[in-house]
C-alpha cells in the first residue's frame, strides 16, 4: 500500500511504544502515535493526559487535552496538580511524547514564540505540561515534521530542555532522567549520540535521500556509523491509522454542525 511521509512518522514513532509502556501523551502528533500503538501492537498501553485523564482510550483523536473525550473514556480522572505533583514528578509515568515548533540538534525545543519574545512574529500555545514531561519522565520520545523552519541551529526561545549544549550539559544542569531518546520525523529516525547527544540519523525512511535532509535542516546533519532503512507500513498499521483518521474527521465535522 501507498503512504505518505506524515503517515510514516506516526508509524515509526508509534513503534517504539511496547504493551504494557506508561506514556504521559501530548496532543497532536503524539497523541496520534500513542493511539496507533494502542490500535496495533501495544493493546494495553496506559496514556496520560495533563487534563488528569488516567489511562484514556480515545475513539477518536482529541483536539485538545481539555477534550471531553479523554475524560470520558479515561478510568480515572484526577486533579491536574495531584497529576504533575504525584504521578509525574513521583516518576510514576516512564515515558513522554513529545512535539514541538522548533528543535535543535541536542533535543531542546521552542513552543513559546518565534522571533523576539517580547515582539514575536508568531505566539505560541507555550508549554503547557512539557517542560516538567521532559525533566520527570525517564525518557522522551519526539515526533516533529521536518523543516528549515522547525529544524534551527538555535532555538528562538528554549521552551523544555532537552540535552542542553549536549555531552553532560542535562547532568550538570541537575536533571537525573535521560531525556530524548529518539526523534521521529516524515522523512527519518534520529537518535542523540552516546557522547555528544547531538542526534545523529540512525534510518532513512523509504525513499528519503541525503540530499533531501540536508535541505530540510537548519544544520550540518550528522549520521551514523551505519544508517538503516526504515521498514515501511503494514497494512495493518496504515488501515488502523487511517480508521483513526476517518472517526476522528467525522466526528469533528458533526460537532461544527
Same mark, same amino acid.
Given at each position: 500500500?501507498?503512504f505518505?511521509?506524515?503517515?510514516?512518522m506516526?508509524?515509526?514513532?508509534?513503534?517504539?511504544?511496547s504493551?504494557?509502556?506508561?506514556? +504521559?501523551?501530548? @496532543?497532536?502528533?503524539?497523541?496520534?502515535?500513542?493511539?496507533?500503538?494502542?490500535l496495533?501492537?501495544?493493546? &494495553?498501553?496506559s496514556l496520560?493526559?495533563?487534563?488528569?485523564?488516567i489511562r484514556?482510550?480515545?475513539s477518536?483523536?482529541?483536539l485538545?487535552?481539555?477534550?471531553g473525550?479523554?475524560?470520558?473514556?479515561?478510568?480515572?480522572t484526577?486533579?491536574?496538580a495531584?497529576?504533575f505533583?504525584?504521578?509525574?514528578?513521583?516518576?510514576? !509515568?516512564? !515515558?513522554?511524547?513529545?512535539?514541538?515548533?522548533? !528543535?535543535?540538534?541536542?533535543? &531542546?525545543i &521552542?513552543?513559546?514564540?518565534?522571533g &523576539?519574545?517580547?515582539?514575536?512574529? @508568531?505566539?505560541?500555545?507555550?508549554?503547557?505540561?512539557?517542560?516538567?514531561i521532559?525533566?520527570?519522565?525517564?525518557?522522551?520520545?519526539?515526533?516533529?515534521?521536518?523543516?528549515?523552519?522547525?529544524f534551527?541551529q538555535r532555538?528562538?526561545?528554549?521552551?523544555?530542555?532537552?540535552?542542553g549544549?549536549?555531552?553532560?550539559?542535562r547532568?550538570?544542569a541537575? +536533571?537525573?532522567t535521560?531525556?530524548?531518546?529518539?526523534? +521521529?520525523?516524515?522523512?527519518?529516525?534520529?537518535?542523540?549520540?552516546?557522547?555528544t547527544?547531538? +542526534?545523529?540519523?540512525?534510518?532513512?525512511?523509504?525513499?528519503?535521500?541525503?540530499?533531501?535532509m540536508?535541505?530540510?535542516?537548519?544544520?550540518k546533519?550528522?549520521?551514523?556509523?551505519?544508517?538503516?532503512?526504515?521498514?515501511?507500513p503494514?497494512?495493518?498499521?496504515?488501515?488502523?491509522?487511517?480508521?483513526l483518521?476517518?472517526?476522528?474527521?467525522?466526528?469533528?465535522?458533526?460537532?461544527?454542525?
Amino acid at each position: 500500500m501507498d503512504f505518505t511521509p506524515a503517515e510514516m512518522m506516526t508509524i515509526a514513532a508509534a513503534r517504539a511504544l511496547s504493551d504494557g509502556d506508561v506514556c +504521559f501523551a501530548g @496532543v497532536g502528533p503524539p497523541s496520534e502515535a500513542c493511539n496507533l500503538a494502542r490500535l496495533t501492537h501495544a493493546p &494495553n498501553i496506559s496514556l496520560i493526559y495533563e487534563s488528569g485523564a488516567i489511562r484514556s482510550r480515545p475513539s477518536v483523536l482529541p483536539l485538545s487535552v481539555g477534550d471531553g473525550e479523554l475524560s470520558q473514556t479515561a478510568i480515572s480522572t484526577i486533579p491536574v496538580a495531584e497529576m504533575f505533583r504525584y504521578w509525574l514528578q513521583g516518576g510514576k !509515568i516512564p !515515558i513522554g511524547v513529545l512535539s514541538a515548533a522548533q !528543535i535543535d540538534r541536542f533535543g &531542546n525545543i &521552542n513552543t513559546t514564540a518565534v522571533g &523576539n519574545y517580547r515582539h514575536p512574529k @508568531v505566539r505560541l500555545p507555550g508549554g503547557g505540561g512539557a517542560p516538567e514531561i521532559a525533566s520527570s519522565c525517564s525518557q522522551v520520545l519526539l515526533t516533529v515534521r521536518q523543516s528549515r523552519r522547525s529544524f534551527v541551529q538555535r532555538l528562538d526561545f528554549r521552551t523544555t530542555y532537552g540535552h542542553g549544549e549536549g555531552a553532560d550539559s542535562r547532568q550538570e544542569a541537575g +536533571f537525573e532522567t535521560a531525556g530524548p531518546t529518539a526523534l +521521529f520525523t516524515d522523512l527519518a529516525i534520529w537518535r542523540p549520540n552516546p557522547e555528544t547527544k547531538e +542526534f545523529e540519523v540512525v534510518s532513512l525512511h523509504s525513499g528519503t535521500t541525503r540530499e533531501r535532509m540536508a535541505e530540510t535542516v537548519g544544520w550540518k546533519i550528522k549520521f551514523a556509523d551505519r544508517v538503516e532503512e526504515t521498514p515501511p507500513p503494514s497494512r495493518a498499521e496504515l488501515e488502523a491509522l487511517r480508521e483513526l483518521h476517518a472517526r476522528t474527521d467525522a466526528a469533528h465535522s458533526a460537532q461544527r454542525v
